[in-house]
């Protein structure tokens, strides 16, 4: 069963950044396109951000953290990263990552608050 662990989150202002880790057990990981989601109170889970796997590295973005965020992956650690820059309130909610079409079982995810 592979596993998603991921890790990173806190308490942060408005204006702060966070940088999420997700390491993953899959032994085919650099061949994934990899994503994080985001699940904010009381809503549905979303898509954040994505990048493709195998030679290539495209991105891709929800508009609403266009500019803010960055995903990357470390194939040789087997993890995807998500820097968060600028958050604003509305960013406030548990960030899991999973492959780009939700292939595996959910994380436990990592909690992502924004407040002053």
């Known amino acids: 069963q592979v596993q998603l662990v991921e890790s990173g989150g806190g308490l942060v202002q408005p204006g702060g950044s966070l940088r999420l880790s997700c390491a993953a057990s899959?032994?085919?990981?650099?061949?994934?396109?990899m994503a994080w989601f985001r699940q904010p109170p009381g809503n549905q889970r979303e898509l954040v951000a994505s990048?493709?796997?195998?030679?290539?590295?495209?991105?891709d973005y929800a508009d609403s953290v266009k500019g803010r965020f960055t995903i990357s992956r470390d194939n040789a650690k087997k993890t995807v990263y998500l820097q968060m820059n600028n958050l604003t309130y509305e960013d406030t909610a548990l960030y899991y990552c999973?492959?780009?079409?939700?292939?595996?079982?959910w994380g436990q995810g990592t909690q992502v608050t924004v407040s002053s």
């Open positions: 899959e032994s085919i990981f650099s061949l994934l396109a």
């Open positions: 999973n492959t780009r079409s939700a292939r595996y079982r």
């Open positions: 990048i493709t796997g195998g030679d290539t590295s495209d991105h």
